[in-house]
């Protein structure tokens, strides 16, 4: 037999408010208070139902998250982030993994239809427009991480992606570097083509012309990046003296196919990444790299989306469209040209 809340207050001697604002981890509760109500939900066992608890409200109290992999730190810390703001509303989430394969984010979208969750928070590709559209337009309450919105009338949440493009090539522009070679991501995601564009701008306000040999495609993995380094100084040899990765797995592979060629860094390739993934700051040598705030992009999607679902408001409100800023993190994996 599932125990009530009203069963916790009456034997904490609290009120059923004082049981909840302990559980959802409120204030407004005395240390002595919380830690004896604390111990009077261990002792029955008592967890609530979300159900339930929206049954007055028609609401699931249940939000999906759909996002391409669980691999690396990436999504892990946007879904933390998520999960801060749920858990402390009283919200469940549902995750659906769907590889970036657009068969894959609609089965996971009926799912959560299916499950009836009150919102969701989308990583969704190229050419799932149509698709986006139609939720909105069934007044369906979402939020789009890590795109542009593409003109659809939705909130969207995104890393200033063009802005960590060109802070990272500039950075190494300025440390005297002209040849630099570039390994691009998935060319159909919106964040890779932005972080090429900002390579682009920067070089071209340097005045400096690109060469199409010096753009390297990727895919956001290890090895993406250690095979197409590796063949270029198969077909060119070293005739660059900095590499810009768009994210750090990349910038990691590149660092084994320099070293397999006896290349040292920083001392004859410079090379700047895009996270500031843990592991950055243990790679010989650590990696300079553009820093985005990961989990405050969930915590920010939760709350766009939270309050959507709360206000009631579906059609009809302004599209918000937050833009987080990066920062450069200085390590060792990249110094000036003169000094080499």
Known sequence: MNVTIKEVAKKANVSITTVSRVFNGNDGVSPKTRKRVLKVIEELGYSPSAMASGLKTNLSKCIGIAVPDALGDFYGEIIDGIESVTAEKGYNVIISLNHR?????????????????????LVTTSGDDDYIHSLI?????????????????????????????????????????????????????????????????????????????????????????????????????????????????MAIGAIKALNDKGISIPEQVSIVGFDDSYISPYIIPPLTTIKQRREEMGKIAAELLLDRIISGHKKGRTPRQVIIPVELIKRESAISLSSK
């Open 101 to 121: 394969i657009i068969k894959e984010e609609l089965a996971g979208v009926n799912f959560f239809k299916a499950k009836k969750v009150d919102g969701a928070i």
């Open 137 to 249: 337009e069934g007044g369906y309450n979402i939020v789009l991480l890590d795109r542009d919105p593409h003109s659809l009338n939705v909130d969207t949440v995104k890393i200033d992606n063009f802005g960590g493009g060109y802070m990272a090539t500039e950075y190494l522009l300025n440390l005297g570097h002209s040849s630099i070679l570039v390994i691009q991501g998935i060319p159909f995601i919106d964040s890779s083509k932005e972080r090429f564009n900002g390579y682009k701008r920067a070089l071209k306000n340097k005045g400096i012309k690109i060469k199409s040999q010096f753009v390297l495609n990727g895919n956001f993995t290890v090895d993406s990046g250690y095979l197409s380094v590796k063949k270029y100084l198969d077909n060119y040899g070293l005739d660059f003296s900095a590499i810009f990765a768009t994210n750090d797995q």
